[in-house]
Nanobody
């Protein structure tokens, strides 16, 4: 049974940075793609970033150049480095595992409990 646990959220001011971490257990992390979603108030869930097993990445246009997704297969961990944060980045962030279908990331059904990020202006 795959389990994902996020950490690293918090309250920061606009322009600051946060590093989100997601530990994955119970599955074969090295052969799976991984991704981060967020749920902003009043908005549908959206894919923020994803990374393939081979390291190929994709980002939402709203975070390109500011966020970086990475993975450490030896630690079964994925990361989301968030720089130049904006109030509009305020959301609950969730990590997932999944796969790429062509260039599109498709998440598995399981996700972590989420970590809250609040960016004040």
């Amino acid at each position: 049974q795959v389990q994902l646990v996020e950490s690293g959220g918090g309250l920061v001011q606009a322009g600051q940075s946060l590093l989100l971490t997601c530990g994955v257990s119970g599955g074969i992390f090295t052969s799976n793609a991984a991704g981060w979603y967020r749920q902003r108030p009043g908005h549908p869930r959206e894919l923020v970033a994803a990374i393939s097993a081979g390291g190929r990445t994709t980002y939402a246009d709203s975070v390109k150049g500011r966020f970086t997704i990475s993975r450490d297969n030896a630690k079964n961990t994925q990361y989301l480095q968030m720089n130049s944060l904006k109030p509009d980045d305020t959301a609950v962030y969730y990590c997932t595992t999944g796969s790429f279908i062509g260039t599109r990331y498709s998440p598995d059904s399981r996700r972590g409990q989420g970590t809250q990020v609040i960016v004040s202006s």
